[in-house]
């Protein structure tokens, strides 16, 4: 079974700085993909960026970049010159392949960011 | 301009009644998906639809039923077997083959507003 852990509850980062997510995940399929979204104090999910498990190099998204270290399961999140607009709950998220799976997500418990001026 | 919107946004019940969960997509999406979200946690997947008139049952399915007659609606029925179903529900949807590095091309689910259900 699939299996997503965000460690980090909760944290603080000042506005300017970087901020890193971690995330690990475990699966013995080879071919999966990652996903982490956003969700704001307003609850609706935003996508952010993503990763295959064959993605030879690691997702950039504008301030968004994914430290993909494939031997050690993790796909850490990060985000580069925090903004008070990045005070959000943070989801890793892992998709189970196959075309029966139905292009289902597993879900990590999330890591709660407060941005400080 | 393209979206899923999901109503009401909060929804109080009583306790031993049914209610009915809206959530309608003009993406052209063909699978749809509810998950519920409890305080402090992660998304867990209720049912899920990859195609008109066919659905499966997620992690979390008891107690809950749903619907696929268009393309463009799932609605979530909690019923009164669901035992603790206060919580918060987004309805998700997305398309079901690989198209490219454009928006929705990994596959990724779009997510509406979401529902705050309260059983009072």
């Known amino acids: 079974a699939q299996k997503i852990t965000q460690t980090q509850p909760g944290m603080f980062v000042q506005e300017k700085e970087a901020v890193t997510l971690d995330c690990t995940y475990d699966?013995?399929?080879?071919?999966?993909?990652l996903f982490w979204y956003k969700q704001p104090s307003s609850g609706e999910m935003i996508f952010l960026i993503y990763q295959g498990s064959y993605d030879q190099q690691n997702a950039t998204e504008g301030r968004y970049s994914l430290n993909f270290q494939k031997a050690r399961k993790s796909a850490n999140l990060v985000i580069s010159a925090s903004q008070l607009g990045d005070s959000a709950i943070y989801f890793c998220a892992m998709r189970v392949p196959g075309k029966a799976a139905g292009n289902k997500l597993t879900f990590g418990g999330g890591t709660r960011v407060l941005v400080k001026p | 301009d393209g979206g899923i919107t999901q109503s009401p946004k909060y929804l109080f019940r009583k306790e031993g009644q049914n209610v009915t969960l809206s959530c309608e997509q003009n993406l052209n999406h063909d699978a749809m998906y509810w998950y519920r979200q409890d305080p402090g946690q992660g998304l867990r997947l209720i049912y899920y639809s990859q195609i008109v008139n066919d659905f499966q049952k997620g992690d979390i399915a008891e107690g809950y039923s749903v619907s696929r007659e268009k393309k463009e609606s799932f609605p979530l029925t909690v019923t009164s077997a669901q035992k603790n179903p206060t919580a918060f529900y987004l309805c998700a949807s997305s398309i079901t083959g690989t198209s490219g590095r454009r928006r929705g091309g990994y596959n990724e689910q779009f997510f509406g507003p979401g529902t705050r259900l309260t059983v009072l």
């Open positions: 699966t013995s399929d080879p071919s999966y993909g």
